[in-house]
């Protein structure tokens, strides 16, 4: 079995026996990849404190073309987000994204830019940046890496200009104009749209300081779509608190 070696950020882990664990890796050019961790179950291991959510990692790994799991031999910290994450403010917010990033991305396709992604959130948590926002400009950036995003310019029926007004048609798919809404839920204001198209052009930490804390029914409306499109129920969503 050859070996090789990747960086990746650990986005799951779970116990397989007395011994092993089985962990998720977003990897920055294999996408989402499982591999075992052999005796990383066990107290004393040779993984120490590398095995944790969220721990940027440089792995060394046995692959075989006949099995779909990696066999990690060996795991380095190249840095570690543990003492961010973990607090309160945080916690519930990079579950979130550490479950849509484990059940959503397809496995063994390149991810490059969720890794990217991934990188820029927790190093902006790193400078400060609240968990809360961190986590909507991830659900919007996730949308659109995945193609799922809506033009927030056009009408997706008529494919005018949106103006003054805005629904999400109830598939989630795209945006009506006055004209061609009817009984759509969710009504977007062109301030809504802005903070979309704001997000869209900046950073992390930019957009953070250009908008004020994000709506929180923007973020109930993401949650909303990425789960009718992707047909998946979250569980740790449930967790966040709604203040
Ligand atoms: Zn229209």
Request: charged fraction near 20%.
């Amino acid at each position: 079995m050859p070996l090789a070696a990747t960086r990746a950020f650990l986005v799951s882990r779970q116990t397989i026996n007395e011994n092993d664990r089985l962990v998720t890796l977003l990897t920055e050019n294999n996408g989402l990849q499982k591999a075992v961790a052999p005796g990383a179950a066990r107290g004393k291991n040779r993984f120490g404190s590398a095995l944790e959510l969220f721990t940027h990692l440089n792995i060394f790994y046995y692959w075989h073309q006949e099995r779909e799991l990696w066999t990690i031999s060996r795991a380095e910290i190249l840095e570690s987000f543990y003492e961010e994450i973990s607090r309160p403010e945080s916690i519930f917010e990079f579950f979130t994204i550490a479950e849509i990033i484990s059940r959503a991305t397809a496995e063994n396709i390149c991810a490059t830019k969720t890794y990217r992604l991934t990188s820029a959130l927790l190093n902006t948590l790193k400078q400060g940046v609240p968990a809360r926002f961190l986590l909507i400009y991830f659900l919007i950036w996730f949308l659109k890496i995945e193609g799922l995003f809506f033009d927030i310019q056009k009408c997706s029926s008529c494919l005018q200009k949106l103006q003054e007004f805005a629904a999400l048609k109830t598939d989630y798919s795209g945006l009506l104009c006055a004209k061609c809404y009817s009984t759509e839920k969710w009504i977007l204001s062109p301030a809504d749209l802005n903070f979309f198209s704001r997000i869209l052009k900046s950073s992390p930490l930019q957009s953070f300081y250009e908008l004020s804390s994000p709506p929180a029914r923007l973020t109930e409306l993401l949650f909303e779509k990425l789960e009718f499109q992707l047909e998946l129920k979250l569980q740790s969503r449930y967790c966040l608190s709604s203040s």
